[in-house]
């Protein structure tokens, strides 16, 4: 199945980055790895800050000795 459709006519030959028209193939690549690369921490970085404790949500759990190693089943209610 790989390899099959051969047609690249569907496939564009300019992009529009920045305001600019972009044809060259490797300024094409370097504009999609850089979004790529960046989307994520772009978007991680608009979400706010919580202003809760994350232990505020356990608080139906037992209390647990945090210096043991010992794992057990989530009782969490």
Same mark, same amino acid.
Do not use: G
């Given at each position: 199945m790989i390899g099959k459709n051969n047609d690249k006519s569907g496939i564009?030959? /300019? *992009?529009? /980055?920045?305001?600019?028209?972009?044809?060259?193939?490797?300024?094409i690549s370097t504009a999609f790895c850089n979004f790529f690369t960046n989307v994520g921490p772009n /978007?991680?970085?608009?979400?706010?800050?919580? %202003? %809760?404790? *994350?232990?505020?949500?356990?608080q139906n759990c037992p209390k647990r000795n945090l210096n043991s190693m010992f794992n057990e089943p989530n009782r969490c209610k």
């Open positions: 564009p030959l /300019h *992009f529009k /980055h920045n305001n600019a028209i972009i044809k060259d193939p490797y300024q /978007h991680a970085t608009a979400i706010p800050q919580s %202003k %809760k404790q *994350f232990t505020s949500y356990l």
